[in-house]
């Protein structure tokens, strides 16, 4: 609650009156309000708040001593894990060097203001993306990426205050598109959604969102964030679509989905609830068509999942994104299936007999949801995890094996793309990166 206030641009410290979450579950007892009434009027007419900020909004910066590098680090971490700016493991401290050295990879001035994060509302900058991506143990070139993916979580459509408060834990997803994938080592193929050495910027930029999802977000669990469970990840999830391998005449998802030119640099993130395996291959001698078939009616059956996580993104977000591996692509693109027709056959295949969303209470959570499109799909039956198969994601992506497809179930009342802009320097912080990590290419690679 306080965070949210603060994101409204009042006071941290506002009057509130606390009760346990007993009160608010069906059939609760509300005489103890009653009783309580003399805080409600003193709160509402006699509190004053303490909140003051320095004049110039500036903070002074932290030092550390040690009697070694090693025993300065150490401290270091413990003051961030004690201050709760950390995320419970080793963090690099952002010193100004630090941080100046990540702001290389900006095309825009440190001080560019790209919006509140929320709940809390704390004002995003450029450099406090910096900041956070320091902490991280990222470089320069990843910082084109993480600003764009933060620009996109901030985007209204996203309703990212509710996103980052719920009980649910959804997490943020961040599909890269475009040739600067690979120019950063951002993996595409086996192991895409981590970790991977050879490949670590993923780790790196999906790590420093959560960082700013805490620390400037205020997304503490318990309390900035309900999340019962939590996200399950340190690193959310950042990873690249296998451009090179998709199917002749499969477009970009970037393009697909965002209008995007193939070969533009660019992001789309939406918030995923959850991943599941999806055994997609078949177990014995099966021909090409049934197994791409029984294997798209596992994928159906798994999305078929009538706990209604995908509510808020029923109308024009996603209910989540099946990613397939190259060879899969490859063989379906053959038997002639495109991206639309598939995602056709997963949209139809997937739908809810009405009956069975009733024996679990689904409808009642239909009928009382705020976006009257998404109320009026109660008249359906079977029921839709969508609204229409273009709100499902498909994704190229992961090992060039055929055995397992991802399903990542969303919570995501949007899709949202950005372009990524990168500094005129952007080359020679890739030469560096070479210099620094060894080489990129694909022939480099264990």
Not at 40 to 64: C, H, I, R
Not at 123 to 138: H, K, Q, R, W
Not at 247 to 268: D, I, L, Y
């Given at each position: 609650?306080?965070?949210?206030?603060?994101?409204?641009?009042?006071?941290?410290?506002?009057?509130?009156?606390?009760?346990?979450?007993?009160?608010?579950?069906?059939?609760?007892?509300?005489?103890?309000?009653?009783?309580?009434?003399?805080?409600?009027?003193?709160?509402?007419?006699?509190?004053?708040?303490?909140?003051?900020?320095?004049?110039?909004?500036?903070?002074?910066?932290?030092?550390?001593?040690?009697?070694?590098?090693?025993?300065?680090?150490?401290?270091?971490?413990?003051?961030?894990?004690?201050?709760?700016?950390?995320?419970?493991?080793?963090?690099?401290?952002?010193?100004?060097?630090?941080?100046?050295?990540?702001?290389?990879?900006?095309?825009?001035?440190?001080?560019?203001?790209?919006?509140?994060?929320?709940?809390?509302?704390?004002?995003?900058?450029?450099?406090?993306?910096?900041?956070?991506?320091?902490?991280?143990?990222?470089?320069?070139?990843?910082?084109?990426?993480?600003?764009?993916?933060?620009?996109?979580?901030?985007?209204?459509?996203?309703?990212?205050?509710?996103?980052?408060?719920?009980?649910?834990?959804?997490?943020?997803?961040?599909?890269?598109?475009?040739?600067?994938?690979?120019?950063?080592?951002?993996?595409?193929?086996?192991?895409?959604?981590?970790?991977?050495?050879?490949?670590?910027?993923?780790?790196?930029?999906?790590?420093?969102?959560?960082?700013?999802?805490?620390?400037?977000?205020?997304?503490?669990?318990?309390?900035?964030?309900?999340?019962?469970?939590?996200?399950?990840?340190?690193?959310?999830?950042?990873?690249?679509?296998?451009?090179?391998?998709?199917?002749?005449?499969?477009?970009?998802?970037?393009?697909?989905?965002?209008?995007?030119?193939?070969?533009?640099?660019?992001?789309s993130v939406f918030f995923?609830?959850?991943?599941?395996?999806?055994?997609?291959?078949?177990?014995?001698?099966?021909?090409?068509?049934?197994?791409?078939?029984?294997?798209?009616?596992?994928?159906?059956?798994?999305?078929?999942?009538?706990?209604?996580?995908?509510?808020?993104?029923?109308?024009?977000?996603?209910?989540?994104?099946?990613?397939?591996?190259?060879?899969?692509?490859?063989?379906?693109?053959?038997?002639?299936?495109?991206?639309?027709?598939?995602?056709?056959?997963?949209?139809?295949?997937?739908?809810?007999?009405?009956?069975?969303?009733?024996?679990?209470?689904?409808?009642?959570?239909?009928?009382?949801?705020?976006?009257?499109?998404?109320?009026?799909?109660?008249?359906?039956?079977?029921?839709?995890?969508?609204?229409?198969?273009?709100?499902?994601?498909?994704?190229?992506?992961?090992?060039?094996?055929?055995?397992?497809?991802?399903?990542?179930?969303?919570?995501?009342?949007?899709?949202?793309?950005?372009?990524?802009?990168?500094?005129e320097s952007f080359e020679?912080?890739?030469a560096e990166s070479d210099?620094?990590?060894?080489?990129?290419?694909?022939?480099?690679?264990?």
């Amino acid at each position: 609650m306080k965070n949210a206030v603060s994101g409204l641009g009042l006071a941290p410290d506002a009057a509130m009156v606390t009760f346990p979450i007993d009160m608010f579950l069906p059939g609760s007892d509300l005489s103890s309000m009653a009783a309580r009434k003399r805080e409600f009027y003193n709160g509402l007419m006699k509190w004053k708040s303490d909140f003051a900020q320095t004049a110039n909004g500036e903070l002074p910066l932290l030092s550390v001593e040690g009697k070694s590098y090693e025993d300065a680090l150490q401290k270091a971490n413990n003051l961030l894990i004690t201050s709760l700016w950390g995320d419970g493991l080793p963090v690099w401290p952002a010193t100004p060097e630090r941080v100046d050295w990540i702001l290389r990879g900006s095309a825009l001035p440190r001080t560019q203001v790209l919006g509140k994060f929320p709940p809390r509302g704390g004002i995003t900058t450029v450099e406090t993306v910096a900041i956070a991506l320091a902490m991280a143990g990222g470089r320069p070139e990843y910082l084109p990426v993480l600003i764009a993916a933060v620009e996109a979580c901030l985007d209204p459509a996203n309703v990212f205050d509710q996103l980052q408060a719920t009980s649910g834990g959804p997490f943020p997803v961040v599909i890269v598109n475009g040739p600067i994938a690979k120019e950063i080592r951002l993996n595409s193929g086996f192991g895409c959604l981590g970790p991977d050495p050879q490949r670590p910027a993923g780790a790196s930029i999906g790590r420093a969102l959560r960082l700013l999802q805490q620390n400037v977000g205020g997304a503490l669990p318990g309390i900035g964030t309900m999340a019962i469970f939590g996200a399950m990840r340190y690193t959310n999830a950042v990873f690249a679509e296998d451009e090179a391998s998709l199917p002749k005449g499969w477009a970009p998802h970037a393009t697909q989905r965002h209008g995007f030119e193939p070969g533009t640099n660019a992001v789309s993130v939406f918030f995923a609830s959850g991943v599941t395996n999806v055994r997609r291959r078949g177990a014995k001698k099966e021909t090409p068509e049934e197994d791409v078939t029984q294997g798209l009616w596992r994928m159906a059956d798994f999305m078929r999942t009538p706990n209604l996580a995908a509510l808020s993104g029923w109308e024009k977000g996603t209910p989540g994104a099946m990613l397939i591996s190259p060879v899969v692509a490859g063989m379906m693109a053959k038997l002639g299936w495109t991206p639309a027709k598939l995602r056709e056959f997963l949209w139809e295949n997937s739908k809810i007999p009405m009956a069975q969303l009733k024996r679990g209470g689904g409808p009642a959570w239909i009928e009382i949801d705020a976006n009257p499109v998404t109320r009026d799909s109660i008249k359906l039956d079977p029921w839709p995890i969508a609204q229409k198969p273009d709100n499902l994601i498909l994704i190229v992506a992961g090992g060039d094996h055929p055995t397992h497809s991802q399903w990542l179930q969303a919570h995501s009342p949007a899709v949202v793309g950005r372009v990524i802009r990168t500094p005129e320097s952007f080359e020679r912080l890739l030469a560096e990166s070479d210099r620094d990590l060894g080489c990129a290419a694909d022939e480099c690679r264990i």
